[in-house]
Nanobody, 115 residues
Framework: QVHLVESGGGLVQAGESLRLSCGTS????????MGWYRQAPGKQRELVAT???????NYADSVKGRFTLSIDNAKNTMYLQMNSLKPEDTAVYYC?????????WGQGTQVTVSS
C-alpha cells in the first residue's frame, strides 16, 4: 500500500508561480513511476508530468518549459514547480504512483489561476 499526500495548492494570479509537494509513505526508489495529473471542471483527468524509475521525465505539451517535476529521494517527496501559470492551468492536481502494477492516488490539491 502506498499513501500519497499533496500540498501546496492555492489561488494565484496569471504569471505567478506555485510549488506542489507530494509526500509518500513508500521509498520512491522502489516505485515504478511517479507523476502529476490534473482535472479541470467538466474535463477528464490528464497527465501533467511523469517520471519513471529509470529517470525519464515526460511533460504534457501544454506545460513544457513552465513546469518542472523533481524528486527528493531523501525526503520521499515529489515536487511540481509551476511557473508562468495561466488560467487554463486551473484544476485539481493529483499525485500518482505506480507500484507493482497498481496505481495509487493522492486526494488532490486545488490550483486556481485568476486572469
Amino acid at each position: 500500500q502506498v499513501h500519497l499526500v499533496e500540498s501546496g495548492g492555492g489561488l494565484v494570479q496569471a504569471g505567478e508561480s506555485l510549488r506542489l509537494s507530494c509526500g509518500t509513505s513508500a521509498t520512491i526508489f522502489n516505485l515504478n513511476a511517479m507523476g502529476w495529473y490534473r482535472q479541470a471542471p467538466g474535463k477528464q483527468r490528464e497527465l501533467v508530468a511523469t517520471r519513471t524509475r529509470d529517470g525519464s521525465t515526460n511533460y504534457a505539451d501544454s506545460v513544457k518549459g513552465r513546469f518542472t517535476l523533481s524528486i527528493d529521494n531523501a525526503k520521499n517527496t515529489m515536487y511540481l514547480q509551476m511557473n508562468s501559470l495561466k488560467p487554463e492551468d486551473t484544476a485539481v492536481y493529483y499525485c500518482n504512483a505506480i507500484y507493482r502494477s497498481r496505481d495509487y492516488w493522492g486526494q488532490g490539491t486545488q490550483v486556481t489561476v485568476s486572469s
